[in-house]
């Protein structure tokens, strides 16, 4: 029996099951009509609705879901998270599924201390509110990614990537108010961090699937357990200077890209929840490559076969043809094949090997993929073929070039 066959009641309840076998400790699932009243619930304890109705996260959540589908992650001013996925019949709401709330770190930090005794709730609430933040699962924030996106799946049966997931936005006030990760394989996080920043030096914009890949593998920079919101500024601020200077590299005027960084840092450093920041970086991460890929785009190229080439790169992972393109931009295949070669001087087939091998480099150096596993991922068909076309374009056979070039 299929996952999908069964009731979606079932489906969140063995998933919700899996996951608090995790060992991060027990999680819990709520439900919710259209209107925010709680239908059905795993927790014994009311006060943590309570919290997630008067932070102002109920209603966001209930405004998002009018116009919106995706996964959403929210956060409060407790340093509290919860992932919710929305369950639809015929295009209307019909109910909400939520898990939370979580914690990003394993006790309680300065700033959620400092929330809640700034809150206006009773005092009798506060011994009670701390007993349940107490047992909080504490997880990391690609962790949560994958519980909305697993949550999203079981609701809807669709499956979706990393960057498809929302996030809670909330005002960025005009003065910034002043307030360890596990070790894992340094290598592993090494190689991620390079692929993205390759992609920004390249403007590539099939950049979604490298970003997902490595918010499953890093945690952040490692400050401290106690404050979480400083270190996902901490691990903004950073991640933006080695975009900025990344963006230099790829052409971009390094007056140009350090005020673009200089602004999403001081952005950054005002941000008042995680997802605000989880937000700020995912736009930033995108604006530097769109930055670099409209600097090195050639104004030579007509739109159409501007629109071929984009869309070669964001598909090098997939079968194109000729016809597929030629049927995108309306031309016939002889015109079209004709009108490339005039305006780039090269073939499309021989420009749908230039650009995988320009991907095969970046495999062969920022991931632990062997060489027959990139040679099937770009469709070169075999090993051979693509040793034969990487040493043609490159010079060296590809295990070459990832001796050379691949730090270890």
């Known amino acids: 029996m299929s996952l999908l066959s069964l009731p979606i009641d079932e489906r969140v309840a063995n998933l919700r099951e899996l996951l608090s076998c995790g060992g991060a400790g027990e999680l819990i699932s709520w439900t919710y009509d259209p209107d925010g009243a709680l239908l059905d619930t795993s927790c014994a304890e009311l006060t943590l609705n309570t919290i997630f109705s008067a932070s102002g996260c109920m209603d966001y959540m209930l405004e998002y879901s ?63 509110l701390m007993r349940n933040l107490e047992r909080i699962p504490a997880v990391m924030a690609n962790h949560l990614f994958q519980y909305a996106l697993m949550l999203h799946y079981c609701v809807t049966g669709e499956q979706l990537g990393t960057g498809d997931i929302m996030f809670q936005r909330t005002p960025i006030p005009e003065t910034a108010q002043e307030e360890k990760p596990a070790k894992g394989d340094r290598m592993q996080t090494y190689m991620a961090e390079q692929a993205l920043l390759r992609m920004v030096r390249e403007g590539d914009l099939n950049y979604e699937k490298v970003l997902g890949q490595a918010a499953s593998i890093s945690g952040g920079v490692g400050v401290s357990d106690e404050d979480a919101l400083a270190k996902a500024r901490i691990s903004m601020a950073v991640f933006t200077s080695l975009c900025t200077r990344a963006a230099i590299e790829g052409g971009i005027t ?128 075999t090993r051979s073929f693509f040793d034969d076309t990487f040493k043609k374009i490159v010079g060296i056979p590809p295990a070459a070039y990832r001796a050379q070039n691949q730090r270890l």
């Open 66 to 128: 009018l116009e919106n589908s995706a996964p959403l992650v929210l956060s409060s001013a407790y340093q509290l998270m919860w992932c919710a996925a929305f369950e639809r019949e015929e295009g209307q709401l019909t109910r909400i599924h939520v898990f939370g709330p979580f914690s990003t770190s394993k006790t309680l930090s300065k700033e959620m201390l400092q929330a809640i005794s700034r809150a206006e709730m009773p005092r009798t609430w506060v011994p009670k």
């Open 254 to 381: 390094p007056e140009a890209a350090y005020s673009r960084g200089d602004a999403y840092i001081q952005d950054g450093m005002a941000c008042r929840t995680i997802t605000d920041l989880m937000y700020l970086n995912h736009r930033m991460y995108e604006d530097f490559i769109r930055m670099v890929h409209k600097a090195r785009t050639n104004p030579k190229l007509t739109k159409q076969i501007q629109s071929c080439c984009d869309y070669i790169e964001l598909h090098a992972e997939e079968k194109i043809t000729l016809a597929d393109l030629a049927r995108r931009i309306g031309y016939a295949e002889y015109y079209l094949s004709r009108k490339f070669r005039e305006e780039t001087g090269e073939s499309i087939n021989t420009y749908i090997k230039i650009v995988r091998v320009e991907r095969a480099k970046m495999l062969l150096t920022t991931t632990q993929f062997s060489i027959q596993e990139i040679s099937e991922r770009l469709c070169f068909g």
